[in-house]
């Protein structure tokens, strides 16, 4: 087949965990002998971070965006499909949003929804201040109602990352769930298989040996919650150091910075780290810690329990269910259930253990790539024989 997905970001450009999830897609489709066409949108050179070498049969387009992001975008992105979408045998939008304007038969997959954005945070947006609450209320609720569910209704076909997510759209935005199938994201679980030794890693990151490390990754918005992180640092009995690996919206850091108090030298921000690389603050790491108000689904969970890291995380969106019996859940938004989970996981070798072993079969079980590529495909060719 050929297959035309479009996602936001593409390498070199990456920005969330999205685009992990496209390159993801796209791989598993070639080596799977299907031609695969990227449409991503244009960036600055500037904004290049990481380079991947994809097989022949994979193109890449670009479309000019302006400043609109994810809705110039899926502008682009309608218009491209429009004078070319005669081409392909399936069109695949990496999340139902970008398909907004587009009014053909595509497939689209579905992480979360401006519906649970608007009340994630104790029936509230999540947001950095009263101003940025007012704006995230008013565009969340446009981009649901004139954007969201448009798309949704409009699918041929959606693939749902989480039972959570499934229910979501089904019950709140009457999606008929014959029209959806629950697909997990696969990851490359070869990357976790040989690990460095701890303290190797450690020394090569110039990571203090002989301490409690946690580890966090991700893209550091309002939506992820370290600010609970910062004060459970604080609050915990065990003086555990904090890596935190990814970017940062802009002035989130700072509120971020300002809650840990004492804590602070405790702290270590890698920023951006090309995923070659990742593997090894995870090796270094004695538990995995994502303190999410909500998450679609949280590839770096499954990246932690691939690597045999313990987890802590929360009940925000999906993140419970995909981490299941290898880690300790507790409420979005408790810095103090938060604190007392990390010094469980800390102090009890025994549960460290036990966590880390079900991660690791868990991973294997359930989030392998090829096993996502193979269902995915099953959806494609259902579809492809109806049509």
């Not at 992180?229 to 509120?255: C, D, F, I, N, S």
Request: with cysteine.
């Amino acid at each position: 087949m050929h297959v035309c997905l479009l996602t936001l970001d593409f390498p070199p450009f990456r920005s969330s965990g999205l685009t992990i999830y496209a390159e993801r897609v796209v791989e598993g489709l070639a080596a799977r002998g299907h031609t695969v066409t990227v449409v991503a949108s244009r960036r600055p050179e500037r904004a290049r971070v990481d380079s991947i070498q994809f097989p022949d049969n994979v193109n890449v387009i670009r479309v000019p965006i302006g400043q609109a992001d994810w809705i110039g975008f899926g502008w682009q992105a309608a218009r491209y499909l429009y004078s070319e979408g005669i081409n392909f045998d399936i069109i695949h939008f990496a999340d139902v949003h970008f398909a907004y304007a587009y009014h053909g038969a595509f497939v689209a997959s579905a992480f979360q929804s401006f519906r649970q954005r608007l009340t994630s945070h104790n029936g509230r947006p999540y947001h950095t201040s009263w101003h940025n609450y007012l704006f995230r209320l008013i565009y969340y609720n446009v981009a649901r109602w004139m954007m969201e569910r448009p798309a949704a209704q409009r699918a041929t076909h959606i693939i749902m990352s989480s039972a959570v997510t499934q229910r979501e759209f089904v019950e709140h935005y009457h999606v008929d769930p014959k029209r959806t199938t629950l697909i997990y994201p696969g990851i490359n679980l070869h990357r976790f298989e040989k690990l460095p030794a701890q303290v190797e890693a450690r020394r090569y990151l110039g990571l203090p040996i002989g301490k409690s490390i946690l580890l966090y990754v991700g893209f550091s918005t309002p939506r992820k919650g370290v600010e609970y992180l910062a004060q459970a640092l604080a609050r915990m009995e065990t003086p555990a150091h904090l890596v935190m690996v990814g970017k940062w919206e802009a002035r989130y850091q700072k509120r971020f910075l300002g809650t840990l108090g004492n804590a602070r030298s405790r702290v270590h921000l890698a920023g951006y780290v090309p995923e070659r690389d990742l593997p090894i603050y995870f090796a270094a790491a004695d538990v995995f810690v994502l303190p999410t108000l909500l998450e679609g689904f949280g590839i770096p969970l499954v990246e932690a329990m691939a690597a045999g890291l313990p987890v802590v995380t929360t009940k925000g969106g999906a993140a419970g269910e995909i981490v299941g019996n290898a880690g300790l859940v507790v409420q979005p938004a408790d810095s103090d259930a938060l604190a007392y989970a990390l010094d469980q996981v800390l102090t009890n070798r025994d549960l460290a253990h036990q966590l880390g072993q079900a991660g690791q079969h868990r991973a294997r079980t359930l989030f392998d790539e090829h096993r996502a590529a193979a269902e995915l495909e099953t959806v494609y060719y259902r579809l492809f024989s109806v049509s």
